[in-house]
C-alpha cells in the first residue's frame, strides 16, 4: 500500500462506501456524525487532489450542507425545532454555525435535572468542544481549497460561539472549559475540561485568522483575536503528555499546523512547537506496548488517530527547512522532531493491521465502522487534514 495510486484508490473506495452509507448523497436519511465528518471533508480534498477531480470538492461543499442542515438543527426527536442558535430560517440559513453543532450521538442529551449516568452520558446527544474545533478545521480547509470566504466565516462564527458557550467563568478570565455543553450551549453536561480542547482552540483559531487575512483584505465577522488570547492563558494549564494513541495523533497533527503556522507568520517565534514534541515523546515511548493482539481487542479509529499524527513529521520538516529563522530553538526543536521520527514506522504497521480484511471483520470494526474506514481514509491520504495550503490565487481555477 506504498504507491500513492494504491493508497488513493483505497481512500477512494472507502470514502464512496461512507458516503453511500451515511446518505451524503441523495434523499436517504442522514447518519450525520460531526467528528467523523470533519475527516470526510478533509478526505474528499486530499482525494480530488490526487486524482485531480474537482468533482469532489463539489461532493465536500455538499457534505457541509449537510452536516450543518443536520447537526445545526434540532433533533427529529426533540420538542424544539428549528436551528439550534434560536435563529430564523432565513438567519439560519445565512449563519449555521452560530449556535454551534451537535455531536450527533443516538440518543437525546441528557434532560435538565436528569441525574448524570456516566456509561449512558457517552451515547447522549450535546456538544464537544474537541468536535468543533475539528469542523472547524475542515471548513477552513475547504475555504482555502475552494477559494470560498464564507466557509471560514462560518468557522469563526462557530469558534466564537463555541468559546462563548463552552468557557466557564472563572474570577478574571474563564476557568477552564467544559468538555460537554448541551445543545443550545445553555447548560454543561459535563464541566471538566479535555486535556488538549484548550490547545485545540489556539492553534484552530490561529489557523482561521490566518485564513482569514488570506482570502479577504477586510474580513467580515468575528476577529477572534480576544478567544485567542483566553485559550492561550488555558493551554497553559496542566500537562498535554498523554498515552492515549488519539490523544498523540491529535497532539502530533497540532503540531504540524503549528509549524505551518510558524512560516506563515500567524504565529511569533513561539517555543509551542518544541513543547507539543516534547509532549508527545513520552506517550510514544509507551504507547508501542500497546499496539498488538487481537483486533476484537483493539480500537481501530484510536490507533488510526496515532498513524494520522505521525505523517505530520514530514510536514514539520518542511515547515522547518522552509524559513529555519521563523523558529526559536530551532536546534532543540529540530533534535525532538528526530526523535520522533523514530517512531513513525507504527503509522505504517496501524495503517497496514486495518487494511487486512480479516481484521476488519472483527466486530470492533463493524461496531465503529464509519468511524474506522474514514480515519482509515485519512491515514492513507492525510494531506487533506494534515497540511494547511495557501488558498488559491485570484482568478485561478480550482
Request: aromatic fraction near 6%.
Amino acid at each position: 500500500m506504498d504507491l500513492p495510486s494504491e493508497r488513493t484508490t483505497e481512500a477512494m473506495k472507502l470514502m464512496t462506501s461512507f458516503l453511500e452509507r451515511t446518505g451524503a448523497f441523495g434523499r436517504g436519511p442522514q447518519v450525520r456524525y460531526l467528528w467523523t465528518d470533519a475527516f470526510a471533508v478533509c478526505n474528499l480534498i486530499a482525494l480530488s487532489s490526487a486524482s485531480r477531480n474537482p468533482d469532489l470538492l463539489r461532493h465536500a461543499r455538499a457534505l457541509v450542507d449537510r452536516v450543518h442542515h443536520t447537526l445545526g438543527r434540532h433533533r427529529p426527536d426533540d420538542t424544539r425545532s428549528g436551528w439550534i442558535s434560536g435563529a430564523s430560517e432565513a438567519e439560519g440559513e445565512a449563519h449555521p454555525t452560530r449556535g454551534g453543532l451537535r455531536i450527533g450521538k443516538r440518543l437525546p442529551e441528557r434532560a435538565p435535572g436528569e441525574p448524570p449516568d456516566e456509561e449512558r452520558e457517552w451515547e447522549q446527544d450535546g456538544q464537544y468542544f474537541h468536535y468543533l474545533t475539528r469542523w472547524m478545521h475542515a471548513l477552513d480547509q475547504l475555504a482555502r481549497a475552494t477559494g470560498e470566504a464564507r466557509l471560514d466565516l462560518w468557522a469563526r462564527e462557530l469558534a466564537a460561539a463555541a468559546f462563548a458557550g463552552f468557557a466557564l467563568p472563572g474570577p478574571a478570565r474563564p476557568s477552564r472549559l467544559a468538555w460537554k455543553m448541551s445543545i443550545d450551549l445553555s447548560r454543561p453536561l459535563v464541566s471538566s475540561m479535555g486535556q488538549h480542547d484548550a490547545l485545540d482552540g489556539l492553534v484552530t483559531v490561529a489557523e482561521l485568522r490566518w485564513t482569514a487575512a488570506a482570502l479577504a483584505p477586510s474580513p467580515q465577522g468575528p476577529s477572534l483575536g480576544r478567544e485567542e488570547e483566553a485559550l492561550r492563558e488555558l493551554a497553559e494549564q496542566g500537562s498535554w503528555s498523554t498515552a492515549d494513541s488519539l490523544g498523540l495523533g491529535g497532539l502530533l497533527a497540532d503540531a504540524a499546523w503549528t509549524a505551518r503556522l510558524v512560516t506563515l507568520g500567524a504565529f511569533a517565534r513561539t517555543r509551542l512547537l518544541p513543547r507539543l514534541l516534547a509532549a508527545a515523546l513520552p506517550g510514544l515511548e509507551r504507547v508501542r506496548s500497546t499496539l498488538g493482539g487481537d483486533a476484537a481487542r483493539r480500537l481501530a479509529f484510536r490507533e488510526l488517530g496515532l498513524a494520522i499524527g505521525l505523517e505530520a513529521v514530514p510536514v514539520i520538516a518542511a515547515s522547518l527547512e522552509a524559513h529555519p529563522e521563523r523558529f526559536g530553538e530551532l536546534e532543540q526543536t529540530s533534535l525532538l522532531l528526530r526523535a520522533v521520527e523514530e517512531h513513525q514506522p507504527l503509522a505504517q504497521a496501524i495503517r497496514s493491521f486495518w487494511l487486512e480484511p480479516r481484521n476488519q471483520r472483527a466486530s470492533t470494526w463493524g461496531q465503529h465502522l464509519d468511524i474506522n474506514a474514514v480515519m482509515l481514509a485519512t491515514s492513507l491520504l492525510p494531506e487533506g487534514y494534515l497540511v494547511l495550503s495557501p488558498p488559491p490565487r485570484p482568478g485561478s481555477a480550482r
